[in-house]
């Protein structure tokens, strides 16, 4: 029997002892201020509200924000924001919202999984305002984000969010946790925003799309991949990846980011 999508991703999560994780995997909030993404129905709302010195909650359905904001209207410290995730700009949410503080936000959600992916990319490319994150994700997708290279999990997704931090796959869950249930496992995961751009010598928008090049073919080698870019010649790119001490037929899901920056470093900036 097939399985009507909810619009704008609703599985509202009805699992109360993973709420509770969830809120828990945060830390210790109490200083901090915490920005939930997808609200919905409030399954983390209070919870959040209790422990976080300030909470902003981004929900983009308009029936469901504003049933948000008259619940939470008489809390100074509590802010209901009808918006598109997509589209905010983490740096200045606080000034749109009227919450004072200016550290690095703790970011939460049971993401929406029609647009997860944008979601994690727009969270990666605002990193700097953003110490943590744990989001609920599919589990197929919270597996990737977590590899180790060298597992057949890791790719484009795994070395992306690897570059702005450390990993981790907390629990997974059933789809019975939701309501109504997804049509998949879904999982939780932290990251611990750490970018690691500068200690590798890289430039974070030229090594990322670097990256794109390295996975766009998951079947063929490194240096297939890099030579149909062409954007180095053959020999300069099996130069560099034996200088990193590998085998020239080596496949990017088995090389950790330390030697693809190794690499990148001697293709593209030879003198840094
Ligand atoms: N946090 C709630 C829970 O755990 O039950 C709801 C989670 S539900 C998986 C995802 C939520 O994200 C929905 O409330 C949906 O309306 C909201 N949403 C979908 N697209 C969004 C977007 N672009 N920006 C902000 N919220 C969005």
Redesign the pocket.
């Given at each position: 029997m097939s399985r009507k999508k909810p619009?704008?991703?609703?599985?509202?999560?009805?699992d109360l002892t993973a709420?509770q994780r969830i809120v828990e995997a945060l830390g210790d909030i109490s200083s901090s201020t915490v920005l939930?993404?997808?609200?919905?129905?409030?399954?983390?709302?209070d919870l959040l509200a209790t422990r976080a010195q300030n909470l902003i909650a981004?929900?983009?359905?308009r029936t469901?924000a504003p049933r948000l904001t008259e619940i939470w209207k008489s809390s100074g410290h509590v802010a209901i924001l009808q918006?598109?995730?997509?589209e905010l700009d983490l740096a200045i949410v606080r000034a749109v919202t009227g919450i004072a503080g200016d550290a690095p936000l703790v970011v939460v959600?049971?993401?929406?999984?029609?647009?997860t992916s944008d979601?994690l990319l727009r969270l990666f490319a605002q990193a700097a305002s953003i110490s943590r994150a744990v989001v609920?994700v599919q589990e197929e997708v919270a597996d990737r984000l977590a590899a180790p290279s060298g597992t057949s999990a890791y790719g484009l997704l795994s070395a992306t969010a690897q570059m702005h931090g450390r990993v981790e796959k907390l629990f997974a869950l059933p789809p019975e946790a939701?309501s109504p249930a997804p049509g998949v496992s879904s999982a939780v995961v932290r990251l611990d925003v750490h970018p690691r751009f500068e200690e590798l010598g890289v430039e974070r928008i030229a090594f990322l799309r670097f990256l794109q090049m390295c996975f766009r073919q998951k079947r063929k080698t490194l240096v297939n991949n890099l030579k149909s870019a062409d954007t180095a010649g053959t020999e300069d790119v099996l130069a560099a990846i034996g200088g990193a001490g590998l085998s020239p037929n080596v496949r990017a899901e088995a090389v950790p980011l330390e030697s693809m920056a190794a690499i990148y470093r001697r293709l593209y900036s030879p003198r840094g």
């Open positions: 619009k704008l991703g609703q599985n509202f999560l009805i709420r939930e993404i997808g609200p919905g129905r409030g399954a983390l709302t981004i929900e983009l359905d469901l918006a598109d995730i997509l959600g049971n993401l929406p999984y029609y647009i979601i609920m939701f």
